[in-house]
């Protein structure tokens, strides 16, 4: 158990909090505003459950007293939306000087930006990186008890902090963290600086936090992990990413298990075998490709050939045939010939996956690729970009629908927005359903009729 007691701090902050709202004449709000992936969704959850325990009200609005942007950086774009809403956050907080105004999340990490923010954006309060989240309090406390400016930032991480406050998006399903940071060092990805190295939770805690979210009523969680593969290989007495999930599916309440990412050249038989035994599995894999081409798989360090993928996901489909695959795929690594590219869209054409994330490769200061020569020009990028895009979509349209005609459980998510009377949820592979029924469903699994498929949901009948 780490020694960072949260508590500490949270016990003042709530007070400064409450005599802040007495001075400002009404409850203090906070908004918390995500960009990136599912592990910087899942740290939105914590910051906000600090923030409520520490007497703050939830907001959607940016008018909001507090506003915290939890950053990405793992393209370039991302950096660029940030000074972007960096811009509109400044002329709030001209004509509300009390607003407080946090940046933390991958591209705090950043020494450049950092400096940046540091010099250029001076109206931002509070600045803090991945390493010292849970330092998130304390920090606000500073900054309300009459610092001027905190900025925080761990160049390493440290230890593990368990049990923060969370606050769910939705009640019935939740991420859960089992490892942070990644070890991989893929030449174009700037995960593993931002992120720090590999680190696993004990399973006794990963079980402990999903006993607890079925008591609160929980029904389907997502193991969170940059290459949940390699769960537990550092535990002081090591354990498989197969075991811990079939001890997910053990836990009583729970009925679905998702997990994400699984790295290709790790993924084992024995997790093969235990998503084919446990049918609270998803029956859903996203496995990154990257690329098709064994010689930018090669430079991209990613320890797999096109060989390798292909044989892997035939062995998942002989053991799963009814199983979505989803993938994703960079276009424009360095040094990509067509050659190179025609691989690519090779494997696409074979796996046939269900859906892609493409991304167009982006340069990524201080990780290997970016100081690679022959970077492609932008013209033939886009041009392979939208045949790739275009191949995936046939692809995946060919496969999609098999599931109609079938009876299949709905994991009900909300009302249809676009039909009164009609609610909306997903099915195990993640495709959405909409059906008859009404709002008392949500929350709930249950067993519906497909009875029609429109391109990328179906419409269903409760049984
Ligand atoms: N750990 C996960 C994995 O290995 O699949 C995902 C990490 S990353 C947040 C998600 C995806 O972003 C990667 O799979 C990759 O396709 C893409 N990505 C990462 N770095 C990129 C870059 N420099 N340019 C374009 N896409 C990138
Ligand atoms: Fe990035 Fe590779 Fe780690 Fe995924 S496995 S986070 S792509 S370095």
Not at 39 to 53: C, P, Q
Not at 382 to 411: A, M, N
Not at 438 to 453: A, M
Request: glycine share 8%.
């Amino acid at each position: 158990m780490a020694e960072y007691r949260y508590e500490l701090y949270m016990a003042d902050l709530k007070r400064v909090t409450a005599e802040e709202a007495v001075r400002r004449g009404h409850a203090l709000t906070a908004c918390v505003v995500t960009f990136g992936c599912q592990m910087n969704a899942r740290d939105s959850e914590k910051l906000l459950g600090i923030l409520l325990e520490a007497g703050f009200e939830e907001s959607a609005s940016e008018e909001a007293d507090l506003v915290v942007i939890n950053t990405c950086t793992v393209r370039e774009n991302a950096n660029t939306r940030l000074y972007g809403h960096l811009g509109h956050l400044n002329s709030m907080k001209r004509e509300h000087p009390d607003k407080i105004i946090a940046l933390c999340g991958c591209m705090m990490q950043e020494a450049d930006e950092v400096e940046k923010i540091r010099k250029k954006y001076r109206f931002v309060d509070i600045v803090f990186g991945t390493h010292n989240l849970y330092q998130f309090a304390e920090l606000l406390l500073r900054r309300m008890t009459g610092e001027k400016r905190v900025i925080e930032v761990w160049e390493k991480e440290r230890e593990i902090v368990e049990d923060l406050p969370v606050r769910r998006e939705v009640p019935w399903k939740s991420g859960v963290n089992i490892m942070f940071g990644c070890n991989n060092f893929c030449s174009y990805c700037i995960v593993p600086y931002v992120r720090g190295r590999e680190r696993s939770r004990a399973p006794e805690e990963i079980l402990a936090e999903v006993r607890r979210l079925a008591a609160d009523g929980v029904i389907e969680v997502m193991l969170l992990g940059q290459n949940v593969n390699s769960y537990g290989k550092t535990l002081p007495e090591p354990v498989s990413f197969a075991s811990l999930l079939r001890e997910v599916c053990r836990v009583p309440g729970i009925e679905r298990v998702r997990f994400m990412t699984s790295h290709p050249k790790d993924l084992s038989d024995e997790l093969i075998r235990v998503m084919s035994e446990e049918p609270k599995v998803c029956p859903h894999l996203h496995l990154p490709l990257q690329s098709g081409s064994d010689r930018i798989l090669a430079k991209m360090n990613r320890h797999y050939t096109k060989a390798g993928y292909l044989a892997l996901v035939e062995k998942i489909r002989a053991a799963m045939p009814d199983i979505s695959l989803t993938t994703d795929i960079i276009v424009g690594f360095p040094g990509e010939t067509e050659e190179d590219f025609e691989e690519t869209m090779d494997v696409v054409r074979q796996v046939g996956f269900d859906s892609a994330f493409t991304f167009i490769y982006s340069p990524r200061t201080g990780t290997p690729a970016a100081a690679l020569p022959d970077q492609v020009p932008k013209e033939t990028v886009d041009e392979r970009f939208k045949r790739l895009l275009d191949l995936v979509q046939k692809t995946g349209g060919e496969r999609s629908g098999r599931e109609l005609g079938k009876t299949l459980p709905v994991l009900v998510e909300g009302e249809d927005e676009h039909c009164p009377g009609r609610v909306t949820g997903r099915l195990g592979n993640n495709v959405m359903v909409h059906f008859p029924g009404d709002l008392s469903l949500i929350g709930t699994i249950v067993p519906v009729k497909l009875t029609d498929y429109h391109g990328f949901y179906y419409i269903g009948e409760r049984i």
